[in-house]
């Protein structure tokens, strides 16, 4: 029997925890500053103050320490405020360079 939560992390990518500022914008061209909670090569989770509905397409602005990457995703899950994002495009060497560097 695992443990709970085990099989939560069971992920296709390595997620780290990763906090840092996020703009999205909605195809009503609405922005929303967030908060990452963490990230990986295909999605990430962030906290905003609104709740975005599942399916929904949206644009990320991604604020890490040293470079600032735009992307597009999709709402995947939501619980309340915080909301799981699927990239449309991976992300790959998001942490193999220094993007990150300074930001975690």
Do not use: W
């Not at 990518?13 to 963490?38: K, N, Y």
């Amino acid at each position: 029997m695992s443990e709970p939560g085990e099989a939560r992390q069971k992920r296709r990518d390595q997620r780290i925890q990763l906090e840092v500022e996020v703009i999205v914008r909605t195809d009503s061209a609405f922005l929303l500053p967030g908060r990452t909670h963490d990230i990986s090569e295909s999605g990430m989770s962030a906290i905003l103050p609104v709740e975005l509905g599942e399916g929904q397409e949206v644009e990320l602005q991604i604020r890490f320490a040293k470079a600032t990457v735009n992307t597009r995703a999709i709402v995947r899950h939501r619980n309340v405020y915080r909301h799981g994002f699927e990239f449309e495009q991976p992300l790959p060497g998001i942490f193999s360079n220094d993007v990150i560097a300074d930001g975690t």
